[in-house]
């Protein structure tokens, strides 16, 4: 976050590197059951991010003494592929990946209903194939279709956006550059109907009303991410999809 | 489809595969010799130097190659470095656990580097940039995503597919990107022995049921250029004759299929 | 075309005038009931239920279902029952004269068995019987699964869809209420009634599904 650059974030009509407007999201794309031996998936790109997402579950929790007599434990695990990043990356977890698993592991925890299956975990498997800034809300947003695919009761989807801070500026959806030489990364994911905060991390330097903007322009970028949710789950059962039987 | 979660196979599937087999049907209508249906997407992971998505019948691996700049190796101090690895990614399978690489992601690896390398698919000593200070490394990572049988000629599939797409990225140093300089490809052709019969490509199921396994690499000319058995029975010569043409025979078919 | 019926969403309100809610259907903080699933509005006498598009067995009493044992115990089997949880087998609770430390003669890792769900406690710890009409180990045959939502739509009306694959297919079929079939006839006979069992589960969620079901089994029996 914020190293020395020479980069113009910014141009003089304030518009982003990659063309976009402060306030614009990058093309974002969700499919759903790729995978045939996992028990829900979901493949998302945004922006240059390509993640797929499987999840199994739930089944009984393993070590024994992960158990939890009264719920079941959402695990999730967030991984690089080697390739996924311009420096190939030693394949294997890293501080950081094990950061993330946690936050979204207790992000999905909060919308599963996890008392109705005691003594279960459910995994959620995250594999970024390419990285492209925002992986781990594009992940959590991902992994909420997954777990809907797999048949798992949820109070809520989960659905989540970053915004940051460039030359001053507050702007939504941090590309690659911006959130290497920008001045604050805040990625926010919220329960998709009561807009609940499920994860909140922030590093960089906001102010109270510049944490407000972006807040608020996350929120608003929910409601169309969350259609783009729902979209990826229906369209396999749209009427289009059905043959005359065969 | 049946979810095997512990990997078990079942008397009844086992009599129902054998039953066929005696017919020489196989469970989706493949004759013993016939290959999945493979689809090979290059270019998956734009900003990897090369990449292939293979889905072998519902086997589904993707490979990623990175070429950076780094040192030779002391004894091969004017050869660029080609390197192997490949992951078993706990989402492929309901077992599959998250980890260091186990002896069977680690013999996948090493069959299908065997391949690559003594096909002279990449010539290494074209990849070098200042002798014996400064060579390209050419990093070959296989992430397996969904396992249905067959891992290692998936993953042949996907190395070589994403090796002659790749791009060198020389304008790092100076130079200008060129694509990887390939000459022949491999083809890695993987049967079990199930009774009497030889196999290609088996399925999971019939993986489980194959008493013992052999894979034989192939190149244009005919040469054998790798050879691996796996499981715990045994081949008679005869058998292994038999294997290497039928590999030779199917590795030709194959490659003119996805790669003419 | 088919119509098709409506496809909620987890958290998806659910319009109170459509019956007493029942399976799938939570109270939010508002009080507003919610869908808890990915799935499909199902109508009845009794309220309406969210059946999900895919999912685990949840185990009731009293269930017959299709189980693979998981390993042979001195005197039990671990099974699974396609559940989030396994359930086990007793020897008490088969027809067999079975000794402690002898029970591996009977039954073996990977033999699967129609059995009937006995026990189930709080924490979803069950133990299932052989000890019931028609209750067995399967031999012979093949095995194939659906999820678990979807087994009343294989079933169908008294029997009606799982009758109609049956005569059709000239196979015998014993569907578990778990998602497990185990289906029985000829390689090619078990072949298309797989097919004709894997087009219902496609189609489960859409509405005339029985007619073209007819139509299309009538028309590879001709052939």
């Known amino acids: 976050m914020g190293s020395e650059s020479n980069i113009k974030l910014l141009d003089e009509n304030g518009m982003r590197l990659d063309g976009r407007t402060p306030e614009q999201l990058r093309p974002i794309k969700i499919e759903t059951n790729l995978l045939e031996r996992a028990d829900g998936s979901a493949y998302i790109e945004w922006g240059g991010n390509k993640i797929m997402v499987a999840v199994y579950g739930p089944r009984e929790a393993y070590p024994k003494h992960t158990q939890d007599i009264e719920k079941a434990v959402v695990k999730a695990r967030y991984n690089m592929a080697a390739f996924s990043v311009d420096e190939r990356k030693r394949p294997g977890p890293d501080r950081r990946s094990v950061e993330i698993s946690k936050v979204i592991s207790e992000a999905l925890s909060s919308a599963i209903m996890v008392e109705q299956f005691p003594r279960a975990q459910i995994d959620v498997f995250i594999e970024v194939m390419q990285a492209d800034a925002g992986t781990r809300i594009a992940g959590l947003t991902a992994a909420s279709v997954a777990v809907a695919s797999a048949g798992i009761p949820m109070r809520d989807m989960v659905v989540g956006c970053t915004a940051g801070k460039v030359e001053g500026k507050v702007v939504l959806d941090l590309s690659k550059e911006e959130d290497n030489f920008g001045q604050a990364d805040l990625p926010i994911a919220v329960l998709s109907k009561s807009k609940k905060v499920v994860l909140i991390q922030m590093d960089g330097d906001l102010s109270m009303e510049e944490f407000e903007q972006a807040s608020e322009m996350i929120l608003k970028a929910t409601d169309n991410i969350a259609e783009i949710q729902r979209n990826a789950l229906t369209s396999r059962y749209s009427v289009e999809n059905i043959g005359d039987g065969e | 489809m049946p979810r095997d979660a512990l990997g078990v196979l079942s008397e009844i599937k086992r009599s129902?595969?054998?039953?066929?087999?005696?017919?020489?049907?196989?469970?989706?209508?493949?004759?013993?010799?016939?290959?999945?249906?493979?689809?090979?997407?290059?270019?998956?992971?734009?900003?990897?130097?090369?990449?292939?998505?293979?889905?072998?019948?519902?086997?589904?691996?993707?490979?990623g190659v990175k070429i950076e700049s780094g040192e030779p190796f002391?004894?091969?101090p004017n050869s660029g470095v080609l390197?192997?690895?490949?992951?078993?990614?706990?989402?492929?399978?309901?077992?599959?656990?998250?980890?260091?690489p186990n002896e069977t992601s680690i013999e996948i690896a090493r069959v299908v580097d065997r391949g690559i390398r003594e096909s002279k698919m990449i010539d290494t000593q074209k990849l070098v940039i200042e002798p014996g200070k400064k060579v390209w490394i050419v990093f070959v990572d296989i992430n397996i995503m969904d396992f249905d049988g067959n891992?290692?000629?998936?993953?042949t599939l996907a190395a070589v597919s994403a090796l002659r797409s790749a791009f060198i990225p020389a304008s790092r140093e100076g130079g200008k990107d060129m694509p990887l300089p390939v000459d022949q490809i491999p083809i890695s052709v993987t049967m079990v022995k199930i009774g009497d019969d030889l196999v290609c490509d088996p399925d999971l199921e019939e993986e489980q049921l194959g008493s013992a396994r052999i894979t034989v690499t192939t190149t244009e000319d005919g040469h054998i250029r790798a050879m691996q058995k796996g499981d715990t029975g045994s081949f008679t010569f005869d058998e292994i004759k038999k294997a290497i043409k039928i590999s030779s025979d199917t590795g030709a078919t194959l490659r003119k299929k996805y790669f003419s | 075309m088919a119509e098709i019926k409506q496809i909620v969403m987890p958290g998806d309100l659910i319009s109170e005038e459509l019956g007493k809610p029942r399976n799938g259907v939570y109270k939010n903080s508002d009080g507003r009931y919610c869908s808890s699933y990915f799935g499909i509005i199902q109508k009845?006498?009794?309220?309406?239920?969210?059946?999900p598009f895919s999912g685990k067995y949840i185990p009731r009493r009293g269930d017959k279902v299709i189980g693979k044992v998981l390993e042979v115990g001195p005197s039990m089997w671990p099974v699974d029952i396609n559940s989030t949880y396994n359930t086990l087998l007793h020897m008490n609770?088969?027809?067999?004269?079975?000794?402690?430390?002898?029970?591996?003669?009977?039954?073996?890792?990977?033999?699967?068995?129609?059995?009937?769900?006995?026990?189930?406690?709080?924490?979803?710890e069950s133990w299932i019987t052989l000890k019931d009409v028609g209750l067995r180990k399967l031999e012979g045959g093949h095995i194939t699964s659906i999820p678990a939502p979807k087994v009343p739509r294989i079933i169908g009306k008294g029997g009606s869809m799982v009758n109609m694959i049956k005569d059709a297919t000239n196979t015998r079929i014993v569907v578990g209420q778990n998602g497990l079939i185990w289906i029985d006839g000829t390689p090619e006979d078990v072949i298309e009634a797989i097919a004709a069992i894997s087009i219902v589960e496609q189609e489960a969620h859409t509405v005339g599904l029985t007619d073209r079901m007819e139509k299309y089994l009538k028309e590879r029996s001709v052939k």
Request: some cysteine; hydrophobic content about 35%.
């Open chain 2, 83 to 100: 390197t192997t690895n490949v992951e078993l990614l706990p989402m492929a399978f309901p077992t599959f656990e998250a980890g260091p």
């Open chain 2, 16 to 63: 129902f595969i054998t039953k066929q087999l005696k017919e020489g049907k196989r469970g989706d209508g493949r004759g013993l010799q016939d290959f999945r249906e493979a689809t090979i997407t290059t270019n998956y992971v734009p900003r990897a130097a090369g990449s292939a998505m293979v889905k072998l019948g519902r086997t589904r691996v993707l490979a």
């Open chain 3, 93 to 124: 609770d088969t027809p067999w004269r079975t000794t402690s430390g002898d029970i591996k003669r009977f039954l073996g890792v990977g033999d699967y068995v129609y059995a009937k769900i006995m026990t189930l406690n709080e924490i979803k």
């Open chain 3, 44 to 51: 009845n006498d009794q309220g309406v239920d969210i059946v």
């Open chain 2, 74 to 76: 002391p004894d091969t």
């Open chain 2, 151 to 155: 891992l290692i000629d998936a993953c």
